[in-house]
């Protein structure tokens, strides 16, 4: 009963291409959000959504687009591949309110050559 | 800006050695903070947090943290390391109100030596 699912675990893909990881989540949450881990492990926040509606949404270029049809769901769909754009992207979640806490997916480690 | 620092990149240990992770974060206001752990090729899992309350907690597997405001630090602490404890360990804060926007450290990587 994995709690936050990604789908895949590792994509190779090539430059210029387009790409979709998929995010699900079981655990009733409201909020969703998808983190980037670079090279050096250092993780940053890319967007969260709560209940569908996009509430952070940093500074990422806009080839990275969010898409939640449901507040269990969480998909990051990114157009036109990098080589920077190689890392592990992890999605979360975490209940509504204050005081919580944020549960993670395994991860999808992407590698554009 | 609100930062995470974490002073220490790669931590060496032996076994039974006395653990401290030091994690110090800037933001003036009320925050909430976390360590997570990440073994290698896993994902995060929290060891513990902290919202509020006694500023000495405990977390899972032996750990524990001291949230002293003053100094605005949030260290990691382990009486005896076991060789299991190998992993990257990630200090972050919430900025109350924020939405869960989780700003993490740099992480430390702590290596055991049997």
């Known amino acids: 009963d994995t709690a936050v699912s990604q789908t895949p675990k590792y994509l190779v893909t090539q430059m210029g291409n387009d790409k979709s990881i998929k995010c699900e989540q079981n655990l009733g949450h409201d909020t969703m959000y998808w983190y980037k881990q670079d090279s050096k492990k250092f993780l940053k926040i890319m967007f969260s959504?709560?209940?569908?509606?996009?509430?952070i949404n940093e500074t990422v270029p806009n080839r990275f687009s969010p898409k939640s049809p449901d507040k269990a769901h969480l998909n990051l769909h990114i157009n036109s591949l990098e080589l920077g754009d190689s890392a592990v992207y992890f999605c979360a979640s975490s209940p509504h309110g204050l005081n919580t806490e944020a549960f993670f997916g395994q991860g999808t480690r992407l590698t554009v050559v | 800006a609100q930062s995470v620092s974490q002073h220490n990149h790669h931590v060496i240990l032996s076994e039974a050695a006395s653990l401290e992770l030091g994690c110090n974060y800037s933001y003036g206001g009320t925050v909430n903070l976390f360590w997570y752990v990440q073994y290698p090729g896993q994902h995060l899992q929290l060891l513990l947090k902290y919202f509020s309350g006694d500023p000495l907690v405990k977390g899972i597997k032996g750990f524990e943290a001291e949230f002293i405001k003053s100094k605005f630090s949030f260290n990691l602490r382990k009486p005896s390391v076991q060789w299991s404890d190998t992993a990257e360990y990630f200090c972050a804060v919430t900025p109350r109100g924020s939405q869960g926007n989780l700003i993490f450290g740099k992480g430390t990587k702590l290596s055991v030596k049997p």
């Open positions: 959504y709560n209940n569908k509606e996009l509430i």
